[in-house]
């Protein structure tokens, strides 16, 4: 699941590009220029900064889901993740249980829980569900496929 962590900046214009899908959610859109990640809402026409990462990482990767911002950075070592509200912007780090990557990987949110991707013991990722309260908290004992 290394694969969260290994987009590459493109500092030509200080735009760090996302192959993630999750770009927009709602009236928002994600965007990350430099260390900082921001959201367009395109009701209002407004821009607000929601989180600057504390230092240069080799990759960065971000993406909005379920009026939050995943904003994810990391070597080839190690990985943080973290979720920022968009309405009160308080920040949740992600507990990545020092692997290189996050633990479950969001693939798309439904009521009250996530999609996501997770390898299983054998290494092959699988989609599993878990609550958005567990996954917040960094709570995976509940995981389910």
């Not at 900046?9 to 590009?17: A, G």
């Not at 900064?49 to 960065?60: A, P």
């Not at 995943?70 to 070592?77: E, F, L, Q, R, V």
């Not at 309405?87 to 479950?104: W, Y």
């Amino acid at each position: 699941m290394e694969f969260l962590c290994e987009r590459q900046v493109d500092m030509s214009e200080n735009f760090v590009w996302t192959a993630d899908p999750h770009k927009s959610w709602g009236q928002y859109i994600v965007y990350q220029v430099g260390r900082s990640v921001y959201v367009y809402d395109m009701e209002t026409q407004t821009v607000k900064e929601l989180f600057t990462y504390d230092q240069d990482w080799k990759n960065y990767n971000y993406m909005i889901l379920d009026g939050h911002v995943i904003a994810i950075c990391g070597t080839g070592d190690t990985c943080r993740a973290w979720a920022i509200d968009i309405a009160d912007e308080s920040v949740v780090e992600l507990d990545t249980r020092g692997g290189n990557a996050i633990t479950i990987t969001p693939e798309y949110e439904c009521n009250d829980y996530i999609v996501g991707l997770l390898a299983n013991q054998t290494g092959k990722v699988e989609e599993y569900y878990i609550s958005k309260e567990d996954f917040y908290r960094s709570n995976y004992d509940g995981i389910f496929s």
